[in-house]
């Protein structure tokens, strides 16, 4: 079973800092999902991640992919208040795309003055 | 910028009613999704449709769901007889077929469910 472990689940920080935000998945998966959901809110799609080395950069969000170790990071540079909000990861349960999401549990970011 | 859209965006029934979820995804994906998460939890998988026809679902979808796209637009999801576990935010996704840069599942805004 595809198991999507993300650290810290919680996590507050000040403006201007920078952070990172892990995510570990259980099997072979080249197909990497981040998701933004503010509280109440939908699911807004911030990166797809699609190949081993994968690096995306929207902002002051960057994400990268190692799909040896499993791993995603999610990076925030110079934190703002407006980044806070819930980040999930998501991997592909087949790796072959249109395939259903298993999500992390979220970390919840709070980015406090 | 096409979206899915979902309706109502809140439901409250009383345990034991049929409840009808309406989702319009966006217009030319193929796969449409259901996906739950209850209050402060992570969301979770329901299933998924393509060609008309389920093509995966979870554990979580038993004999008390149902799929159905009853006309070229809509796709909904129905329960039965409700309980009070299924009081959760029900999320409708899309995506197209291409499984390029492009696949990536467009979430719509979620209809909360209370069952009272």
């Known amino acids: 079973e595809l198991k999507v472990e993300q650290n810290p689940l919680f996590l507050s920080m000040q403006e201007g800092k920078n952070y990172t935000i892990y995510c570990n998945y259980s099997?072979?998966?080249?197909?990497l999902y981040w998701y933004r959901q503010d509280p109440g809110k939908s699911l807004e799609s911030l990166f797809v991640l699609l190949s081993n080395g994968a690096v995306k950069q929207e902002g002051r969000l960057m994400a990268s992919l190692d799909t040896k170790a499993r791993l995603s990071t999610l990076h925030i540079t110079a934190a703002v208040h407006d980044l806070s909000a819930t980040y999930f990861c998501a991997v592909d349960r087949r790796n072959s795309g249109n395939t259903p999401l298993v999500f992390g549990k979220g970390t919840r970011l709070s980015v406090i003055a | 910028e096409p979206e899915v859209t979902q309706t109502p965006s809140h439901q409250v029934t009383q345990m034991g009613q049929e409840v009808i979820l309406r989702c319009v995804p966006i217009?030319?994906?193929?796969?449409f999704y259901w996906y739950r998460q209850i209050l402060g939890q992570k969301v979770e998988f329901l299933v998924s449709?393509?060609?008309?026809?389920?093509?995966?679902k979870s554990e979580i979808f038993d004999d008390q769901f149902s799929v159905e796209r009853p006309d070229g637009s809509n796709f909904t999801l129905k329960i039965r007889s409700t309980k009070l576990e299924d009081s959760a935010m029900y999320f409708c996704?899309?995506?197209?077929?291409?499984?390029?840069?492009?696949?990536?599942?467009?979430f719509g805004p979620g209809t909360r469910l209370t069952v009272l």
């Open positions: 449709f393509y060609n008309n026809e389920i093509s995966e």
């Open positions: 099997t072979t998966s080249d197909r």
């Open positions: 217009s030319n994906h193929l796969y």
């Open positions: 996704a899309s995506s197209p077929m291409d499984r390029g840069n492009t696949d990536t599942q467009y």
